[in-house]
């Protein structure tokens, strides 16, 4: 069965980097049909989705963040990466890692990890 | 940025009801909808995906209609471990969700 699970930092000082990992088990990192992304939810809010990346490093990125984000893949390691710069208040959340079809549908969830954003 | 308004916010019933959750996007998504169960402190769990397909293990009573941009989630008859709140999501242009109908226990 596969299972993500999230990793990093719980707490970054508003105008660095957020960079969080996603290591991935039970199944194959690199199979051609699905992309691994992350998605955010701010406390008592909606689901956003971040951006992604299939195993060849191709990525979709949401544009009012493109400038922000970058997601990376270790295949070797089985996981995957997001780094969030000038982080504000407004980026703390809980950050899921998931599994996406290519058509960007999350089919399978890691359990999420909460970043706060504070000095 | 396709906009998905999910009504109502909060649905009161009780265990063995019909549930009936609604999803309307600001343009049309064809079929691309899906719908998504999520519990306190839990990651979300897929329903329905191309707006009446039902994911892997989702029981029968979880169906889902619609096509456009209007989208219904239906639960036939409720047992207690549905109360949640429930989510819709675009995935035609860059996947947008809803902001989610509460379904609490009359």
């Known amino acids: 069965q596969l299972q993500l699970q999230e990793s990093g930092p719980g707490l970054v000082k508003p105008s660095e980097t957020l960079s969080l990992t996603c290591s991935v088990s039970?199944?194959?990192?690199?199979?051609?049909?699905?992309?691994w992304g992350w998605i955010r939810q701010p406390p008592g809010e909606g689901l956003e989705c971040i951006g992604s990346i299939n195993y060849l490093g191709g990525t979709y990125y949401k544009p009012s963040l493109n400038s922000r984000v970058t997601i990376s893949i270790d295949t070797s390691k089985k996981q995957f990466s997001l780094k969030l710069t000038s982080v504000t208040a407004a980026d703390t959340a809980v950050y899921f890692c998931a599994r996406l079809t290519v058509r960007q549908l999350p089919d399978s969830w890691g359990q999420g990890t909460l970043v706060t954003v504070s000095s | 940025e396709i906009g998905l308004a999910q009504s109502p916010g909060t649905l009161s019933l009780s265990p063995g009801e019909r549930a009936t959750l609604s999803c309307r996007a600001s343009q049309s998504v064809g079929t691309y909808l899906a719908w998504y169960q999520q519990k306190p402190g839990q990651a979300p769990r897929l329903l329905i995906f191309d707006a009446s397909n039902r994911a892997t293990g989702i029981p029968a009573r979880f169906s889902g209609s619609g096509s456009g941009t209007d989208f219904t989630l239906t639960i036939s008859s409720l047992e207690p471990e549905d109360f949640a709140v429930y989510y819709c999501q675009q995935n035609s242009h860059w996947p947008t969700f809803g902001q989610g109908t509460r379904l609490e226990i009359k």
């Open positions: 039970g199944g194959s990192i690199t199979s051609s049909g699905f992309f």
